[in-house]
């Protein structure tokens, strides 16, 4: 009934683009919403945009189930997106005295640690994407936080 009713409100409003970030971490109605308006979003004048972190979705993620249900509709198109060149990372950081090269190395062109790390003037790596990182591992099974553990203490590249 209220799936029908958002439907209902789109139909009879100008278009809309409707935005729903990180749905990777969206609840079981969000995601039944989402499934429900994109079989559906052809009747209406809206856009629906949606954003998650491919690298969240493990093999039984529920949103993986939602992703394979749209995967034929002719109204979805999936846009992935890449990291940063570094040419990208140079542009963002023009006016500021720091080696963008060096930058993106240390973020691997992920466009929220690049843009976190210019805003921060700290040198270091900021809070909030070492709390970012952190919250991930947090969610990490015990096992799966060991061999992070692990790995951390590695560095970036191993030799097999």
Not at 88 to 96: D, H, N, Y
Not at 115 to 130: D, K, N
Not at 141 to 151: F, G, V
Request: net charge neutral.
């Amino acid at each position: 009934m209220i799936f029908s009713a958002v439907l209902d409100e789109l139909r009879h409003r100008p278009p809309v683009i409707a935005v729903i970030e990180d749905l990777h971490w969206a609840d079981a109605a969000t995601l039944d919403l989402v499934k429900f308006l994109g079989r559906r979003i052809r009747q209406v004048p809206a856009l629906l945009v949606l954003t998650y972190r491919d690298d969240e979705l493990g093999p039984r993620h529920p949103l993986r189930i939602v992703l394979g249900d749209l995967a034929t509709s002719a109204a979805v198109r999936r846009i992935p997106l890449t990291p940063l060149s570094v040419a990208a990372v140079q542009t963002l950081a023009a006016g500021q005295r720091l080696d963008a090269a060096a930058l993106h190395r240390r973020t691997g062109g992920n466009p929220f640690f690049v843009t976190e790390a210019l805003a921060s003037h700290e040198g270091g790596i900021p809070v909030t994407v070492r709390d970012a990182v952190l919250a991930r591992a947090a969610r990490l099974s015990p096992d799966a936080r060991a061999a992070l553990d692990a790995a951390a203490i590695i560095g970036a590249q191993v030799e097999t």
